[in-house]
Nanobody, 119 residues
Framework: VPLVQSGGGSVQAGGSLRLSCVAS????????????MAWFRQFPGAEREFVGA????????EYSDSVKGRFTVSTDKARNTLYLEMSSLKPDDTAVYYC?????????WGRGTQVTVSS
């Protein structure tokens, strides 16, 4: 499933950003409601880490402790789009952000989106 991300950029601490991720293709159109889609982030020299996820079918969400209360994952099912609304951003949130399935078997990773938060 192709995943096309947009959004991100640079912001000062305390600011907000929104990331988007469009999933396309017949496979997603057929089985998307069965997927849990998620956002991950990767700091330089580190492994990707889980940020937040949403069940495409019932909308249930879960978040890492580090972003809970500040980040919101949502979907626009009509547009097959996954969103990550980030607020109260901190310099520690600076990373490359990715979307993918929150599952053992994942889609091909995209290039990610850089988010830079300055103090």
């Amino acid at each position: 499933v192709p995943l096309v991300q947009s959004g991100g950029g640079s912001v000062q601490a305390g600011g907000s950003l929104r990331l988007s991720c469009v999933a396309s293709g017949d496979r997603f159109n057929r089985y998307g409601s069965m997927y849990t889609m998620a956002w991950f982030r990767q700091f330089p020299g580190a492994e990707r880490e889980f940020v937040g996820a949403i069940n495409w079918g019932d909308g249930r969400t879960e978040y890492s402790d580090s972003v809970k209360g500040r980040f919101t994952v949502s979907t626009d099912k009509a547009r097959n789009t996954l969103y990550l609304e980030m607020s109260s951003l901190k310099p520690d949130d600076t990373a490359v952000y990715y979307c993918n399935r929150n599952a053992k078997i994942q889609f091909t990773w995209g290039r990610g989106t850089q988010v830079t938060v300055s103090s």
